[in-house]
């Protein structure tokens, strides 16, 4: 079904908006809570795991499936060592900081949007992120949303294995969907051992990467079995998102169901285009020493290589809009 006109950007001052309400989430990153070490120690049997699933974890507690069959393994070559007491009491320790959030957020109805990392350490972060599914996700409106990286060639299996077993467990999938921010080190560590990268060769691929999870939960959102933030800076895969939700009648403004999100000065004509068109939008915001935050907005202008066009798009549109209102005849 063809967008809509109303979702086209806004040309003229007279357009007016409001947000009913705020949107807001509370950001977490797996790795200010749990070692790094810890992290890859997960991770490694994890994939050990699901390469030979007779191997027992008895750590391990139920949740969602982190891998799918595609999923690469070549980080994990041997057998990893079983975790030591010190270790399993850190990964409890661990669990403990993410489930106090949980409860934390859930106090003040505030949402915890849990993001996603390098593949050496994601099974174990998805695996955490599962298990407060498992807890804050089940039988109620979610709380907590996990992070799928579109860039990854197993993104889409992954997310299928995950609501797969999401449904038959009576779990509501809460997701961000990103394209991913780690192209470089993905690429040249699976180069350093030998094995292909997990990232899509072409920047196409990931976009119908990206579209293609987009609908299979933009599907789940209108049975109400889901909830989906869309962060993205991309006109045409905001386009396609918005012209979905439309067809399959997934209500806007007022509905936590369906969000959409990109970071603060940038891209706001898309923004403001999707507000327009009564999509609830947030502006993410990231604060902290700008060495801290430089890395992460290097990290976003890779993963969003066409957001600078989007930028001179933007700068075009505010030199018309200036020119109209100087020489208004």
């Known amino acids: 079904m063809p967008i809509s006109a109303s979702f086209l950007p806004p040309s003229s001052p007279r357009l007016s908006f409001r947000l009913d309400r705020q949107i807001s989430f509370a950001c977490v990153k797996i790795t200010a809570i749990c070692p790094l070490a810890l992290l890859e120690r997960i991770s490694h049997l994890l994939r050990w795991q699901h390469s030979h699933p007779a191997f027992r974890l008895p750590w391990k507690a139920e949740a969602l499936p982190v891998l799918a069959p595609s999923s690469p393994t070549y980080h994990t070559c041997s057998e990893p060592e079983p975790l030591s007491p010190t270790e399993e009491n850190d990964l409890i320790s661990a669990e ?3 489930f106090q959030l949980c409860r934390a957020g859930e106090a003040v109805s505030l949402p915890l949007l849990v993001d996603a ?3 050496a350490v994601q099974p174990a972060i998805d695996y955490f992120i599962y298990r407060a599914f498992a ?4 039988g109620r409106e979610p709380l907590v949303y996990g992070t799928i990286q579109a860039y990854l060639k197993d993104s889409l299996p992954r997310l299928i294995e995950a609501s797969e077993a999401a449904k038959k ?4 999938m809460a997701l961000k969907l990103v394209r991913g921010a780690y192209i470089t080190r993905e690429s040249a560590e699976a180069k350093s051992l030998g094995a292909p990268s997990p990232v899509h060769s072409l920047i196409t691929d990931t976009h119908s990467c990206y579209n293609a999870c987009t609908s299979l939960m933009l599907e789940k959102v209108s049975k ?3 909830s989906l933030l869309l962060a993205t800076h991309n006109f045409e895969s905001a386009k396609l998102a918005a012209g979905k939700a439309e067809e399959l009648g997934i209500m806007k403004r007022g509905q936590s169901g369906l969000q959409f999100a990109q970071l603060k ?3 706001d004509s898309l923004s403001l285009g999707l507000v ?5 939008v947030s502006k993410y915001l990231p604060f902290g020493p700008v060495e801290s935050v430089m890395p992460y907005l290097i990290r976003r202008a890779e993963e969003n290589r066409g957001m600078l066009a989007a930028t001179f798009m933007d700068i075009e549109r505010l030199r018309t809009e ?3 209102r100087i020489l208004p005849f």
Not at 169 to 172: L, W
Not at 276 to 280: L, P, S, V, W
Request: overall charge positive; proline content about 0%.
């Open 265 to 267: 000065g940038m891209s």
């Open 322 to 324: 200036l020119k109209r």
């Open 96 to 98: 403990q900081r993410l």
């Open 276 to 280: 327009k068109a009564g999509f609830e």
């Open 169 to 172: 467990q009576g779990i509501s």
């Open 224 to 226: 109400g079995k889901a």
């Open 135 to 138: 807890e804050y996700n089940k």
């Open 117 to 119: 990392e390098y593949t």
